[in-house]
């Protein structure tokens, strides 16, 4: 059984910056993948940024060049920070995390959930 803990969200004015991260604890070891989703009130989920077992990256269009992911691999740990914040950044921020189990296999799970509120 996996779990993955997400800390780091919080209030922020505009322009500023906050670092997400999501700690993975159990048995599965291999990472195959890990990314971070945010849902706003009355939007899909969709995705942030994701960082792959190869270290190849991809982000939303709209948080290119303002938030970067990267993880430790010895903590098993995602992070992603955020800086120059907008009030669009509001939302719900989602690590979501897929081991390798076997080599035809993976598994995928999500955290909680994190609040980030950019307000004045």
């Known amino acids: 059984q996996v779990q993955l803990v997400e800390s780091g969200g919080g209030l922020v004015q505009p322009g500023g910056s906050l670092r997400l991260s999501c700690a993975a604890s159990?048995?599965?070891?291999?990472?195959?993948?890990m990314s971070w989703y945010r849902q706003a009130p009355g939007k899909q989920r969709e995705l942030v940024a994701l960082l792959n077992y190869s270290g190849s990256t991809k982000y939303a269009d709209s948080v290119k060049g303002r938030f970067a992911i990267s993880r430790d691999n010895a903590k098993k740990t995602v992070n992603l920070q955020m800086n120059s914040l907008k009030p669009e950044d509001t939302a719900v921020y989602y690590c979501?995390?897929?081991?390798?189990?076997?080599?035809?296999?993976?598994?995928?799970?999500w955290g909680q959930g994190t609040q980030v509120t950019v307000s004045s």
């Open positions: 979501y995390v897929v081991f390798q189990i076997a080599p035809l296999k993976r598994e995928a799970y």
């Open positions: 159990g048995s599965a070891d291999n990472i195959y993948e």
